[in-house]
């Protein structure tokens, strides 16, 4: 059975940072692509970043240049470190491999 549970998320002020986690596990993690998405209050869930089996990233534009995704195969984690927290990267953050989701961690950033 695949689970991921993200952890990492809080509260911070604009131009703050955080990390996230997805610890995966009931997969060969290191054969997925992993990837995060967020979905703030009242929108549609959205594309934030990919990091594949190569090791090969994508960003969303909106992230671009302050987020960095990341994996540690021996650990079966996904992290994502974000700097120059804005109030619009508010949201759930949710991990994601195939069709299996986390539950998400919260991130709020206040202005």
């Known amino acids: 059975q695949v689970q991921l549970v993200e952890s990492g998320g809080g509260s911070v002020q604009a131009g703050g940072s955080l990390k996230l986690s997805c610890a995966a596990s009931?997969?060969?993690?290191?054969?997925?692509?992993m990837s995060w998405y967020r979905q703030a209050p009242g929108k549609e869930r959205e594309f934030v970043s990919t990091?594949?089996?190569?090791?090969?990233?994508s960003y969303a534009d909106s992230v671009k240049d302050r987020f960095t995704i990341s994996r540690d195969n021996a650990k079966n984690t996904l992290y994502l470190e974000m700097k120059g927290l804005k109030p619009e990267d508010t949201a759930m953050y949710y991990c994601?491999?195939?069709?299996?989701w986390g539950r998400g961690t919260q991130v709020t950033v206040s202005s």
């Open positions: 994601n491999t195939w069709d299996y």
């Open positions: 990091i594949r089996r190569d090791g090969t990233t």
């Open positions: 009931g997969l060969t993690f290191s054969w997925h692509d």
